[in-house]
């Protein structure tokens, strides 16, 4: 444990100056007693991560690590817990981020190219374990003392287990200038073919000294994302700019693949990569990480774990909630969608409270309820209407335990007697649980968006801003 009168940590660790700190956690450099190695030391407080549901989030993200031993990604090297602490001791990368690097201008090709090939071997490592980093940026990629590439801050990834049932992810997460299409369109996508791009938009930056995306308005920016549509300065090599077209293809399905972008001529020059050791390799299993291992047992008195309900579901990012907001709904952007026929809630209510609430203005209505994977419930009528039999999907989405956005909206039927049975009956029978109403009816009060991020701090979308850390 940490002593009040000495700054070893668990009997171990010097800890030394502040690296970085975010709203959960703070990074310290520290010198292992016993070896007099350089760490660097991630201290979680548990409690806030506790009351905000995330607990999930940081054992999946400690798993991830535990998965990926390899000479260009940050090594964890152990996970200790305290009561009210949980310390993640990882490998120090002394060099500093790379997007200090590249925010000093553009890099020189031969070195661009090394980096680059670093991050598409570690990325390709990632994947081949299931794991999909899902936040590839500058910010978080370090340079070693000899300008070798440490891809850190898994954070945001998702494993391989994540998947629905359709085998594709479906929460939207990530920094707005590097993400891909895909993610912002509110659909499923691929984890990989997400990285890639990414991993696209990366290695313009390298090469130009700016990003291929880049606009004053919001709006714009994701608009031309969605289209992919960006200029290759004079300067970059026909090679190069024809390799990052290809990656930056709005369609995942025919977006280049990494074992096409390693037999790319201008990323094959000069390529030199470290053999990894398969003998540090853990199998998934062996990278689980429980509630014992963050020493969850320790304060039963303050947590209580939620008995599982029959719908979970879908969880909540920061990335979701701006999408979700009024005026900046993304998806628009790349789908036609009928907003006579969504209308969005937010509740205060836990998700079982309201499944229940749904459920019992189902029977009122005489309504079937089904239930489906990812916070999913269909309501459907009995009798046939004028365009067939009603049904409203009604999806929930989990920003914190405590507080959840419903979208409810017509997947088959006539869209008079949905609008008919949503205002008459639906909204009336919901108003007990509903925070405020969004969509196309009047709301009896405006959300704003910023009281929505404050609920889940902790991601900066500020594509500007280095990373928080945490």
């Known amino acids: 444990m940490e002593s009040k009168g000495s700054s070893i940590l668990m009997e171990r660790y010097e800890l030394g100056r502040l690296l970085g700190q975010g709203t959960f956690a703070k990074v310290h450099h520290a010198r292992d007693v016993k070896t007099s190695m350089n760490v660097a030391i991630k201290i979680i407080d548990k409690e ?22 390899h000479s260009n990604i940050v090594q964890l090297y152990e996970v200790m817990a305290s009561k009210k602490k949980i310390y993640c001791v990882m490998e120090y990368v002394k060099g500093g981020e790379l997007y200090n690097k590249v925010s000093k201008g553009r890099l020189k090709e031969d070195v661009a190219r090394k980096l680059f090939q670093q991050l598409i071997n570690a990325i390709d490592f990632c994947h081949s374990r299931g794991v999909y980093h899902r936040d590839l940026k500058p910010e978080n990629l370090l340079l070693d003392e000899n300008g070798n590439l440490k891809i850190s801050d898994f954070g945001l ?6 998947k629905c049932q359709d085998g594709l992810l479906h929460t939207k997460c990530g920094t707005p200038a590097y993400v891909a299409p895909e993610v912002i369109n509110r659909r499923g996508y691929d984890g990989a073919k997400a990285d890639i791009w ?24 994701y608009r031309k994302i969605g289209k992919a549509e960006f200029k290759s300065p004079n300067w970059f090599p026909p090679d190069a700019h024809r390799l990052i077209s290809k990656i930056l293809n ?45 020493g969850i047992g320790e304060s039963t008195d303050s947590i209580t774990e939620a008995k599982p309900e029959l719908v979970k579901p879908a969880h909540l990012n920061a990335f979701d909630i701006i999408s979700f907001s009024t005026g ?48 999913l419930l269909k309501l459907e009528g009995s009798k046939e209407g004028r365009k067939g039999v009603l049904s409203i999907d009604a999806e929930i989405f989990e920003v914190t335990p405590n507080f959840h956005f419903v979208e409810m909206k ?61």
Request: net charge neutral; charged share 30%.
């Open 48 to 69: 806030k991560i506790v009351k905000v549901g995330m607990i999930d989030q940081i054992k999946c993200e400690i798993s991830a690590m535990k998965l990926v031993r």
């Open 157 to 162: 990834s998702a494993l391989a287990e994540s």
């Open 198 to 221: 990414s991993c696209g938009v990366i290695l313009y930056v390298l090469l130009a000294g700016y990003l291929p995306f880049q606009d004053s308005n919001f709006m714009e920016m």
């Open 250 to 294: 709005p369609n995942p399905s025919t977006r280049m693949s990494i074992s096409k972008i390693m037999e790319n001529s201008w990323f094959k020059k000069g390529l030199q990569l470290k053999p990894i050791n398969a003998d540090t390799e853990l199998k998934p299993e062996e990278a689980a990480i429980d509630d014992a291992g963050f």
């Open 328 to 375: 900046v709904d993304l998806s628009g952007l790349f789908e036609e969608r009928d907003k006579k026929r969504e209308v969005i809630f937010t509740s205060k209510q836990p998700a079982k409270t309201i499944i229940s609430k749904l459920e019992d203005v189902a029977r009122r209505l005489t309504l079937k309820v089904m239930k489906k994977d990812g916070g």
């Open 410 to 470: 017509k997947s088959n039927g006539d869209t008079i007697e949905y609008k008919k049975t949503m205002i008459k009956d639906v909204r009336p029978a919901l108003e007990d649980i509903v925070w405020t109403w969004q969509g196309d009816e009047p709301r009896p009060q405006q959300l704003a968006e910023e009281e929505i991020l404050q609920t889940y701090q902790g991601y900066s979308f500020d594509t500007n801003s280095p990373q928080k850390n945490a």
